[in-house]
């Protein structure tokens, strides 16, 4: 039977290789390393051991990615002509090994036996260097996953494969958004490799100026033990604001309390939007994210849900919704993807496929199911869209613009006849046929409606500084002066 035997060479130091590593390395198997780029390299050929290095792909191939993928084609496609073979690589096989990891995975797939050998790992000889005790909490991060993921401060973070000056430059930069530039951090080179190791305390942003580091460079951080940093700190700020040595009124707020802050902090995300305020949008974001965690907070107190519920659910939601992206990857254009959206929701929501009728009956439903909270020219909007699902629908905005100049007939008859009640409805009819026009026009009429507020503002602005000017008071104005001033402020 094919069989792979998976063996680690340790740090650096022939020393930290195990004699069972040693022993399969020297019988008459085939030997493939991952890389010859390793201190203990010398001593391998001392000790007359043959082996063939995968070093050519890093040569050739345009990422890590593609190397690894043809480190582990190689291996497999030698182990199915059924020798058993060895594969060294660098430390332990299980610590930070993506080509061990990747080959696992394939073997098990296909069928082909594999032994797994344990090595001192890095993560062994650098506790050792920084006299540090693993178990006090430490996360162990590659400098590519570090660099998309920003880390939790409140631990301690080892940084692998910080192997040349360019990538310690990149997760400086990363890094800086997250901790103190001046924060002292530990490089360590060459750990393990006896009178070649370097154990420096540095500033963070002194790391990519160090001129020693190479291929076996780590990073450690310290943890900010008393800093509330990242989301994690967030957390814990909300938590110490409901504890009983908190706020005061942080302790006493309830769903039902927060509930216009949390309306208040979407609409002034909105306006930051609209101005384009891109610091101002970091900040008002914040201010949002702040009164979701409020909610989970209370919720997670009563025992109804937590923040990592929160998470999980929207996550597992999405993948869910977007099996084209995550599941059965396929190219979906933006009608059909809003159409499967709608399918699978109805399938979590344990809903049948149903008759034409019923199916209906079901849009009517959807319908009546809108947040009365929402503000009525999105609910308008909202219930539009619900109907030109089944096809009730005007073909064109300019089919649709027609209907308002029938409501507006109708409205000015309401009028002729002082119909209060009727002026209502009539006025009801004539804005859900605005509200028509803006969705076939794709434009949100509640974002339209407030541009138009604003426009106004600025125009009455200027109709007052116009008045100023002419030493008078607006509320002196006939109705002639104001639809003049109104048109030189149109004008300005």
């Known amino acids: 039977m094919s069989q792979i035997d998976i063996v680690g060479l340790g740090p650096g130091s022939p020393g930290h290789m195990t004699l069972e590593t040693l022993d399969l390395l020297k019988n008459k198997n085939r030997n493939f390393f991952r890389t010859e ?6 001593f391998i050929r001392d000790e007359g051991i043959v082996y063939e290095s995968f070093d050519h792909y890093y040569e050739t191939e345009e990422s890590f990615e593609k190397v690894y993928d043809q480190i582990v084609n190689e291996l497999i496609a030698v182990a199915k002509t059924g020798e058993t073979i060895v594969y060294a690589v660098p430390g332990n096989p299980l610590f930070g090994e993506k080509t061990v990891e990747k080959l696992i995975e394939k073997a098990r797939n296909q069928g082909i036996g594999y032994r797994l050998y344990p090595g001192v790992s890095f993560v062994d000889v650098t506790m050792n260097a ?11 991060l590659d400098a590519f996953d570090c660099i998309k993921n920003p880390p939790d401060p409140q631990k ?17 930069l990363g890094l800086m958004e997250l901790y103190n530039p001046e924060k002292k951090v530990v490089l360590l080179i060459n750990s393990g490799i ?38 994690k700190g967030t957390l814990d700020i909300m938590k110490t604001l409901r504890s009983e040595d908190g706020c005061s009124w942080d302790r006493v707020q309830t769903h039902e309390s927060l509930k216009n802050y949390l309306l208040e902090e979407s609409y002034e995300v909105l306006e930051a939007i609209d101005n384009q305020d ?13 009164q979701i965690v409020f909610h989970a907070e209370i919720a997670s107190e009563e025992s109804r849900f937590s923040m990592n519920q929160v998470i999980n659910g929207i996550n597992e939601k999405m993948i869910r919704r977007h099996p084209h992206v995550f599941i059965d990857k396929a190219e979906f254009n933006p009608d059909e993807i809003e159409t499967n959206w709608d399918a699978i929701k109805r399938r979590e929501k344990g809903e049948l496929e149903l008759s034409e009728e019923d199916n209906i009956h079901r849009i009517s439903a959807e319908m009546k199911k809108l947040p009365r909270s929402f503000p009525a020219l999105m609910e308008a909007c909202k219930v539009q869209k619900k109907a030109a699902k089944i096809g009730f629908d005007w073909e064109n905005a300019a089919q649709a613009f027609k209907k308002i100049g029938e409501e507006t007939e109708e409205l000015q008859e309401a009028l002729s006849k002082n119909d209060p009640e009727n002026i209502e409805e009539e006025l009801g009819d004539l804005l859900f046929s605005v509200v028509n026009v803006a969705r076939l026009l794709k434009i949100q009429p509640e974002i339209s409606l407030r541009n138009a507020t604003q426009k106004f503002i600025q125009r009455f602005e200027q109709m007052e500084k116009l008045a100023s000017q002419e030493k008078k008071c607006l509320s002196d104005y006939t109705f002639d002066q104001f639809d003049a001033a109104w048109n030189r402020a149109k004008g300005l």
């Open 130 to 140: 920084l006299e540090e005790d693993p178990i006090q909490g430490i996360e162990i």
């Open 194 to 231: 006896p009178d070649q190791e370097i154990v420096q305390e540095i500033c963070l942003y002194e790391l990519d100026r160090i001129e020693s580091i190479n291929h076996l460079t780590s990073l450690y951080i310290p943890a900010e033990k008393e800093a509330y940093l990242g989301f």
């Open 278 to 290: 891109w610091n101002n949008l970091a900040e008002e974001l914040g201010d949002v994210l702040f």
């Open 156 to 172: 301690g973070i080892l940084v692998t494969q910080v192997f040349d000056k360019h990538m310690a430059s990149e997760l400086k």
């Open 37 to 42: 780029i390793h201190p203990v390299m010398d």
